[in-house]
């Protein structure tokens, strides 16, 4: 069974900075894109950043020039540097992992950035 686990979630105040990673367990043959999705309350689940396995970025027009992604092939994780929070930012991140048979998500780490 395949799981992703995330750490790294927390209360941080404005301009701060926090590291949220995902670690992939289980039986997988390969991950394709790996990235993390975030919803906040009353919104719908938005793409923050994601990576490929050749290490192609993409951003969320939100978090560009604040956020990077970063992912360790050999390991099966994911990582996201989040800098220069603001309170917007609050919101439960998912990491999410695809193969080539489907989506797997992670149960969602909460940010809270405080004003």
């Known amino acids: 069974q395949v799981q992703l686990v995330e750490s790294g979630g927390g209360l941080v105040q404005v301009g701060g900075s926090l590291r949220l990673s995902c670690a992939v367990s289980?039986?997988?043959?390969?991950?394709?894109?790996m990235g993390w999705y975030r919803q906040a309350p009353g919104k719908q689940r938005e793409l923050v950043a994601a990576?490929?396995?050749?290490?192609?970025?993409n951003y969320g027009d939100a978090v560009k020039g604040r956020f990077t992604i970063s992912r360790d092939n050999a390991k099966n994780t994911v990582s996201l540097q989040m800098n220069s929070l603001k309170a917007e930012d609050t919101a439960v991140y998912y990491c999410?992992?695809?193969?080539?048979?489907?989506?797997?998500w992670g149960q969602g780490t909460q940010v809270t950035v405080s004003s």
């Open positions: 990576i490929t396995s050749g290490g192609t970025t």
């Open positions: 999410n992992a695809e193969s080539a048979a489907r989506d797997f």
């Open positions: 289980g039986s997988i043959f390969a991950l394709n894109t």
